[in-house]
């Protein structure tokens, strides 16, 4: 541990987490009943919680949910409103010089809202009048000029019918939230096993001897997760993390379940060992390990002891293993070393842990999918993986985290810009009309259609697109020049304010709250990170008297659109539910066949994954060893003077949302705007502790990206790497700056020099 840097000496979880909470109930001001209605979060019969995508267990515990899971749930049911008394006090403009934390403090939206170009004021308006409004600006554009972007929260049964409306509309322009996550998975995963989800089931976790931990952050972002990975751990389970920061989460829990432990205070150590790679080190670290297994299986062969290798499942599963072969054979432990940061022996020793385990998974997160070469960072995960047999049995697996609460289950029903994954003639039969075929755009390229101008107009059903994606500075202009923009929202947030010519912002009911339609009160489902799908009955009463829900709100547009017909029944679906699931359940019939019985199964009813059974839908047929042509994920390499930042979320936020200031898990208080640095670039780089400088972009495009005012903090990370939270300093990645394969923006290797603000000059 670096000396004299900032950083918690707590355990995750804890009373730290109890506080966290608490706090959070006391500044959003919960309704009253909120806080009994964490007690049915994530239950059987209860709602599921719309933070984060964490599986949820059959047998849940007593509070089945998280000091983040809490902050969600208490921010959608806050008593704080935003009315039309508000805007009508402050014009757009005025609103886009409000921090981000102090739009979304308003509170819930109420009622439908048109922007109102004269007074530059967003006013209310009916659902009837927004409704045909919206559809008369759509009407006129070209459908391939149209984006229905999703964000990752809504129900399988809105996401089923907004994949439909866009669809009806005429195009594949269906980008979501994943576009910016693990997009990554989908196409680097489904290339390589051809699944483009995870192969573990919770369960798995009962039974692996070693978790290999690769870039996700458990403590702040699925914080239910720490509770397996404690008994794991405590069970003798080695947990071994590759992660460029030491998160807490990752080192040692106090689980708040648990009365000795709150008691005692002696927390469960997690990690076995801790390694702290180089940004877009791993190819190179897992490189490092597969070479030592290599030679643990001659070692083990020239003794005459069984191999270390699973070579039987090599010669029948695999395709292409002796081609990594060569390559890690030939690839040099210098190298190595430079890439991952890593010491030969640390690695070696990781490989050890790997060699004597009968079962591993694999877990990753943000800190693989978003580089450059993360398709590639997550083939070589699995190429590390297939070396032992690893993928298809119980206890082992593949676990990418997945981030929004229904990400995953908009993919399964629908939503993708990517038409071969959508069962096109199915929906063309079942509903009567011919849905297009060319491939629509994913989030960068709504991005780059909104600068040439060829995108026109943007529906968003949830979601802060515009503060999400990279580049803010390139995007926000020509994105006001767009001739619609709609969007679907509880809580007023930045894309609201860089709208178009026409825009309306429509408030929907949130998970937590009832949802009653003409045949009585609704449930909706969802799918978690395990492909596993739950019935979710929201209680609370609705924030407001007008809000509808998205399901509503989508079939509301189409309706006036124009696109009813005996078997678009818009109508009808809204009314009942469960007629949208009889729709799931006729285009997906394998996966969803009794959707609307089996979706009150504790635990929630699986999808199934055929990777996990050993048949691997691959180009080959067999499971894909791939050979990286490079080391780093990096997109550009090392450079005198040249950062690689690691953008982060803090444990007081949610994506774009900002619940405060602190980010206690890693000790920085009252302020987001840091520079988080190592001791020994500060002081070869003479810069002082909380002095403020500006990061600016260093990707050699000649285009001047820079963010101001950040205060340098230092960090225990890998020296030439710097880190700083996500969306502030968004405007430094380059929109081109992304995964070669699925286009996910790599934020987490962004190449910045550091700019101090007295002499004006680089350091
Ligand atoms: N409370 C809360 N929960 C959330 C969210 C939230 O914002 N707040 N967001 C949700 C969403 S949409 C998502 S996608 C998930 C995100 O959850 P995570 O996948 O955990 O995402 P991040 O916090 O962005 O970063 C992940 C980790 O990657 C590490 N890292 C960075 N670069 C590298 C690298 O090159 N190699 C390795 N090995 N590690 C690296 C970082 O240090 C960090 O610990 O969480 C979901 N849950
Ligand atoms: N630099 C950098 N950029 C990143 C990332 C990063 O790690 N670094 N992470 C990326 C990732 S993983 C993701 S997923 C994206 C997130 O991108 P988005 O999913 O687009 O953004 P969110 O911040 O989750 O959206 C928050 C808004 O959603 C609305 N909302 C909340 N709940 C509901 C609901 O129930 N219904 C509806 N209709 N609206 C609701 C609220 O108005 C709220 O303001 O950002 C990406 N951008
Ligand atoms: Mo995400």
Redesign the pocket.
């Known amino acids: 541990m670096a000396e004299g840097t900032v950083r918690y000496t707590g355990s995750a979880g804890g009373f730290g987490s109890v506080k966290g909470m608490a706090k959070v109930a006391r500044r959003e001001r919960p309704i009253a009943g909120a806080l009994t209605t964490l007690a049915h979060q994530n239950k059987t019969e209860g709602y599921m919680c719309s933070?984060?995508?964490?599986g949820k267990p059959a047998s849940p515990h007593t509070f089945e949910f998280c000091?983040?899971?809490a902050?969600?749930t208490l921010w959608d049911l806050t008593r704080d409103r935003c009315t039309p008394d508000f805007f009508a006090q402050h014009t757009v403009s005025a609103l886009r010089g409000w921090e981000d934390y102090d739009l979304e403090m308003t509170g819930r939206l109420t009622h439908p809202l048109r922007y109102d170009a004269a007074s530059d004021t967003y006013v209310p308006c009916d659902w009837d009048e927004a409704f045909a409004g919206i559809a008369a600006a759509l009407r006129p554009l070209p459908p391939k000029s149209v984006v229905f972007y999703a964000s990752?929260k809504a129900s399988l049964e809105t996401s089923y019918l907004y994949a439909l409306l866009a669809r009806r509309f005429g195009n594949n322009n269906l980008p979501d939230?994943s576009n910016?996550?693990?997009e990554t998975t989908s196409v680097g995963l489904k290339k390589v096993i051809g699944s483009p989800v995870g192969t573990c089931k919770l369960e798995d976790f009962e039974s692996c001897d070693c978790i290999l931990y690769?870039?996700?952050?458990?403590g702040?972002?699925?914080?239910r997760f720490l509770h397996p990975l404690q008994l794991a751990a405590q069970r003798g389970c080695k947990i071994i993390?590759?992660?460029?920061?030491r998160?807490v989460g990752?080192i040692r829990f106090i689980n708040p379940q648990n009365p000795m432990q709150m008691l005692t205070q002696h927390p469960t150590p997690l990690a076995h060992q801790y390694l702290q790679?180089?940004?877009?080190?791993?190819i190179a670290?897992i490189m490092g390990m597969a070479k030592r297994v290599l030679e643990r299986d001659a070692i083990a062969q020239a003794a005459g002891e069984p191999r270390v290798l699973d070579q039987d499942f090599l010669d029948q599963h695999t395709h292409d293993w002796d081609a990594f072969r060569t390559q890690a054979e030939a690839t040099g432990w210098n190298a190595i070393e430079r890439e991952s940061g890593l010491k030969r022996g640390d690695l070696e020793a990781a490989a050890d842990v790997y060699c004597d385990a009968e079962r591993t998974i694999a877990v990753?997160?943000?800190?693989?999918?978003?580089?450059v070469h993360g398709t590639k960072?997550i083939g070589m995960i699995v190429n590390l993986m297939l070396m032992r047999g690893n993928i298809g049995q119980k206890g082992a697996g593949m676990c990418p985290?997945?981030?929004?609460s229904n990400?995953q289950g908009q993919r399964t029903v629908g939503i993708s810009e990517k038409p071969e994954l959508v069962p096109l003639d199915k929906i063309a039969e079942q509903f009567g009309f011919e849905p297009p075929r060319d491939t629509g755009h994913t989030t960068v390229e709504v991005c780059e259609g909104v600068v040439d101008g060829s995108v026109k107009a943007l529906v968003s059903l949830g979601g802060n697109l515009v503060r999400a994606v990279p580049d803010h500075r390139a995007v926000e202009e020509p994105w006001m020049e767009q001739a619609l923009t709609v969007f679907v929202a509880t809580k007023l947030n930045r894309s609201h304010l860089i709208h178009g010519k026409v825009s309306y912002l429509l408030p929907c009911l949130a998970r937590p709250e009832a949802d009653v339609q003409a045949s009585g009160p609704q449930a909706v489902t969802i799918e978690d990170s395990f492909s596993c799908i739950h019935g979710s009955w929201g209680k609370r009463p609705p924030a407001s008297p007008h809000l509808k829900s998205e399901v509503a709100i989508v079939a509301g547009i189409a309706e006036a659109l124009g696109y009813t017909s005996d078997k678009l029944r818009w109508d009808e679906w809204t009314a009942d539910y469960a007629l949208i699931r009889d729709e799931i359940a006729e285009t997906y019939p394998e996966l969803f066949h009794d959707f609307n019985a089996r979706m009150w199964q504790p635990g929630g009813f699986y999808k199934g994954n055929k990777a996990r059974e050993r048949i691997w839908l691959t180009e080959s047929g067999k499971a894909e060893f791939t050979v990286p042509e490079s080391l780093s994920?990096?997109g550009v390499g090392d450079a005198l003077g040249r950062f690689h930042l690691?953008?982060?979320?803090?444990?007081d936020?949610?994506?774009t949302?900002i619940y405060g200031h602190d980010d206690r898990l890693r000790g920085i208080h009252g302020t987001r705007m840091v520079l988080l640095i190592s001791p020994r670039d500060m002081a070869e780089h003479g810069l002082r502790r909380g002095e403020l400088v500006s990061l600016i972009g260093d990707a050699g495009d000649n285009v001047e990206r820079r963010v101001e005012g950040l205060a340098v903090t230092p960090f225990d990370l890998p020296d030439g790497?710097v880190?700083g939270y996500?969306p502030e300093l968004n405007p430094l990645v380059p929109l081109w700056y992304h995964d070669k394969d699925s286009k996910t923006p790599a934020?987490?290797?962004v190449p910045v020099r550091i700019e101090r603000a007295s002499k004006g000059a680089g350091v």
């Open positions: 933070s984060c995508a964490w000091e983040n899971g902050k969600a990752g939230s910016m996550c693990h690769f870039g996700q952050n458990p702040t972002n699925s914080p993390v590759f992660n460029p920061i998160e990752l790679v180089r940004p877009g080190g791993d670290a990753y997160g943000m800190g693989i999918t978003q580089h960072s985290v997945r981030g929004h990400v994920a990096l690691v953008t982060l979320r803090s444990n936020q949610f994506n949302t790497c880190a996500y934020a987490k290797g």
